[in-house]
């Protein structure tokens, strides 16, 4: 059982180097596929040979379902890795929030049961600092870890999703794009990374909140304009929600575990027409709750080939960029 202070060296390690770490831990699972050549595992039938308009997308809800528990090394007196995290190293934004939790995928349908944010801290954080321990070489032996096995059978875990969307300014002349670098004492999940926004887990307050495309309308309020972050809306009087929906072409293009964290992504894209982003995004922040946006990078092969090879960007946000390239004719028109 590790002191407190052994904890929190393994802990600083992992925050330090999360982005070495995950490409390192690919190597953990030779037989998983990967997406469009990033560290991001996946399953055969969840990226599709094209995008998918968003709404071509069914959700049921129903039971959350059942997991082994997984037990990890920590302090005494704490009986969870979120525990130990809340009391030790809590990021800014570290909230327990009921979330839908991802059962099964099959053809177009997803099916939810409810859960917590802290299920994925207790299981994917506590796996990726166990594999930071070893790379110290606190541990030779990685149980937590295989004790889940394939990240991507949703039997085996607890997985709540986060909605990845990479977002286009569409222009005639040059389209754009936007990412978000994560601020490590903000988040508790990919922090010193870069990542498309808006990223929000899928989570909701009632009925009307049990839509992918509703979940997305409330962060790209919150990341993109800085609004205070919003539990829930009425989204049919929302004026901003209302224009966003007739704006945006939304596309689902696949998904993916992230190999360290074990972290879950739907990788979506929203294109806008540049006028209607404006109009839209005028006052869009260059700063929010969980980091720094940078805005209107060029969306060009060298920068998708910087931002995916080059730069320590979040797996799901590499495979998103590398999709959305080889997906640019469907997705721009």
């Known amino acids: 059982m590790p002191t407190s202070a052994e904890w929190l060296e393994v802990r600083a390690h992992l925050l330090e180097h999360r982005h070495a770490l995950a490409l390192k831990a690919v190597s953990e699972y030779p037989d998983v ?41 920590l302090p005494d007196g704490f009986g969870s890795y979120s525990e130990a995290m809340a009391a030790l190293a809590a990021p800014s934004v570290f909230q327990n929030r009921e979330t839908y939790r991802l059962l099964d995928f099959t053809d177009r349908h997803l099916t939810f049961g409810i859960g917590s944010y802290f299920d994925g801290i207790d299981v994917g954080e506590a796996c990726a600092h166990e594999y930071a321990a070893s790379t110290l070489g606190h541990a030779s032996e990685l149980p937590l870890r295989a004790s889940v096995g394939n990240p991507c059978d949703l039997t085996r875990r607890p997985a709540n999703v986060a909605i990845s969307t990479l977002t286009i300014r569409r222009s005639p002349g040059e389209s754009t794009f936007f990412l978000h670098w994560r601020d490590p ?21 009632q009925d009307s909140d049990f839509s992918l495309w509703h979940c997305m309308i409330r962060e790209f309020a919150e990341e993109l304009l800085g609004v205070p972050e919003i539990h829930s809306a009425d989204y049919g009087s929302w004026p901003f929600a209302r224009q966003l929906t007739s704006a945006a072409r939304v596309f689902y293009l696949g998904m993916g575990v992230d190999p360290l964290t074990f972290a879950t992504d739907m990788l979506t894209v929203a294109v806008i027409e540049a006028p209607e982003f404006d109009e839209l995004f005028g006052e869009l922040v260059s700063h929010n709750d969980e980091g720094r946006v940078l805005e209107g990078l060029p969306f060009t092969a060298s920068n998708i080939e910087r931002f995916v090879h080059h730069e320590p960007t979040q797996a799901a946000g590499a495979a998103l960029l590398s999709l959305a390239w080889q997906h640019r004719e469907t997705l721009l028109g």
């Open 33 to 73: 596929p990967k997406v469009a050549g990033t560290p991001l595992l996946t399953a055969p039938h969840w990226t599709p040979p094209s995008p998918i308009p968003l709404a071509d997308l069914s959700l049921e809800l129903r039971g959350s379902g059942e997991f082994p528990r997984v037990r990890s090394e």
């Open 185 to 205: 004492k903000r988040v508790g999940h990919a922090g010193g990374m870069y990542q498309v926004l808006p990223v929000g887990v899928f989570q909701g307050a």
